[in-house]
């Protein structure tokens, strides 16, 4: 079984910045890409970012020149710098990452349980 745990969420006003990391643990043999999506209240989960294992990375629309994606394979982890953070922001971000959990195996999604992230202006 593969786990990913997401943290460093938490409260900041209008403006702030906080860094969120996502470790993926368990039964890995490789991992391919990994996301950050985001869910705010009463809306549907949406993508944030990516990043390949080779480094190319990939942001919605909404956050670019804000949001930095970044990973250390070393650590299993991927990380999410949020700055200029808006009340918008406000929700739950969730990782997930393409695993193959052996060699020869079809890489399978994994997905955190989220970090709340909440926005004051």
């Known amino acids: 079984q593969v786990q990913l745990v997401e943290s460093g969420g938490g409260s900041v006003q209008a403006g702030g910045s906080l860094r969120l990391s996502c470790a993926a643990s368990g039964s890995i043999f490789r991992i391919f890409v990994m996301n950050w999506y985001y869910q705010g209240p009463g809306k549907q989960r949406a993508f944030v970012a990516s990043i390949t294992s080779d480094g190319n990375t990939h942001y919605a629309d909404s956050v670019k020149g804000r949001f930095t994606v970044s990973r250390d394979n070393a650590k299993n982890t991927v990380y999410l710098q949020v700055d200029s953070l808006k009340s918008e922001d406000t929700g739950v971000f969730y990782c997930?990452?393409?695993?193959?959990?052996?060699?020869?195996?079809?890489?399978?999604?994994?997905w955190g349980q989220g970090t709340q992230v909440t926005v004051s202006s």
């Open positions: 997930n990452a393409d695993v193959q959990t052996q060699s020869g195996s079809v890489p399978t999604r994994f």
